[in-house]
């Protein structure tokens, strides 16, 4: 039997127990600032969804609290103390999905019957912990030798919850767990990946017969608006960055192929980089397949930003990329960012269309000058400090999201590599 801590451990009932993988929250440290604080993973464990059982599927942030989402249930810590408000454990065997937010105080989660399924949908009020409602999903079994497992993609559109399967997508109201519409392409075809937004849903398609497609439905209704049949040289695209504009993008070697749409699927442009970009998954993990994929993109009106493929700096051990930017009117390179370190870039979420510039984490490592936030100029690309941050948060960022509002960085890891702290929140006023 396994034991869920509360703060202190508690017995669940048999059947019902799940392991809590993450602390309580810690106040300020000795590198860390009045206001700071950091929950670290736990050295405990067991074999959840192969080795690691810190993952997590979801960083939720509301206006009091952060919100993990992780395999054997959901944490929320009080956004100004790090105190744990809540803890919910997964409903199933484990969870194995989330929305990557929330809306309307509730976030959607995915969970499993068994360790070799990911059958089950559930809503969860952000504020309380409360499941909401349960609903069941078409899901494929794994294999009983194999310790990886199928995801469903969960995404938001609007106040809408869609979740993709290998064969429908759906739209689900978080409030109640009423479906609103399905759409399944056909016998002949399965769905790959999925991007949403307010107006549309976008899938792209690999058919036994036609080859790739990428389609366009409605958000509200989903009802069909179009497609664009993908020439069978390209093959299924290795990304849906932007469901609007639908933005299709091919990782090819030591450039990328980008496909913009218009919203009946009709073919604005297609156009390559002149460099390698980074496409790999910030919330990957050999042991799952499918999921809502987290990239180091990013989308502002009509500019779209995409990370340079990540290389060793002279001397090695340290790693660095930089921002390049296209125009998707005319897919015309804008700039690649200057002036930034030795450091990995990572995109930090601020709610915003982004007035004052992209801003940026720079990191590069525990033991490396100290992290901090940039702001890149949308215009020209200059890259200008706009906070250092505590040596603490270094090796937190790499494959975190990370969220900005007000004065409160809030860092979430989707799993302990490299960082330490499944959770870390800074008080910062970037300039």
Known sequence: MLFVALGLVALLGIGAGTAWFVSGGFGAGEELRAGDWQVPFTTAGTE??????????????????????????????????????????????QLCGATPGIVGGRGVVAYGTTLKVCNHLAGIDAKTGKLLWKTTIPAKASGANMKSIETPGLMLAGDLAIVRTAGQVSAYNPADGKKMWTSAPSQACSTEDAAASPRQVVVTLRCMQGGARVVVLDARTGQYRGEHRIADDYGVPDALVSADPPLAVWSGGDRATILVLDGKGGKLRQFETDEKVDLLKLNGTIYIEGGHRELRTAVRGDTLYLATFPVNTEGGGISRDDVVAFDLKTGRKLWKSSGTGANMLTFVDTGTAGDKGLLVMEEGGRNEPAPRLTRIDPATGKATPAAELPQKAGGESRD????????????????????????????????
């Open 400 to 431: 975190a999201h990370i969220y900005y509002r007000g004065d409160t960085l809030v860092i979430m890891p989707f799993q302990s590599i490299t960082a330490r702290s499944a959770v870390t929140v800074l008080r910062v006023e970037a300039e």
């Open 48 to 93: 959840v969804i192969g080795t690691d059982a810190s993952i997590a599927f979801g960083a939720w942030m509301s206006d009091t609290a952060v919100v993990r989402a992780q395999k054997d249930g959901v944490l929320a810590y009080d956004l100004k103390t790090g105190k744990r408000v809540w803890g919910t454990p997964a409903p199933g065997a």
